[in-house]
Nanobody
Framework: QVQLVESGGGLVQAGGSLRLSCVAS????????MGWFRQAPGKEREFVGA????????NYADSVKGRFTISRDNAKNTVYLQMNSLKPEETAVYVC???????????????WGQGTQVTVSS
């Protein structure tokens, strides 16, 4: 069992930055691919990006490439999402997820956090 707790959300102006964190419990974190998703009100959940267990492979949605960066610290059981140049339309609940796979793809996630709210004002 893996439990995920996100933090770091808040209110930021358009063009600003935030760094989200996701702390995982359980000994399987270091062998799990971690993903970030977001869901805006009235919209479907959207893949943001993912990072392999080693940190060597990452995958990003086209909409965030060049602005968002995912990293992880396996010693701290933590994965990060650095978000720069934020846009109002990126206001959403950001959720981290984990899966026992080496591939940082969009699907197959088994464990989910509760999410942290990110609000980008115009």
């Amino acid at each position: 069992q893996v439990q995920l707790v996100e933090s770091g959300g808040g209110l930021v102006q358009a063009g600003g930055s935030l760094r989200l964190s996701c702390v995982a419990s359980g000994r399987t974190f270091s062998t799990s691919t971690m993903g970030w998703f977001r869901q805006a009100p009235g919209k479907e959940r959207e893949f943001v990006g993912a990072i392999s267990w080693s940190g060597g492979n990452t995958n990003y949605a086209d909409s965030v490439k060049g602005r968002f960066t995912i990293s992880r610290d396996n010693a701290k059981n933590t994965v990060y999402l650095q978000m720069n140049s934020l846009k109002p339309e990126e206001t959403a609940v950001y959720v981290c997820a984990a899966k026992r796979s080496s591939l940082p793809t969009l699907t197959g996630y088994t464990y989910w956090g509760q999410g942290t709210q990110v609000t980008v004002s115009s």
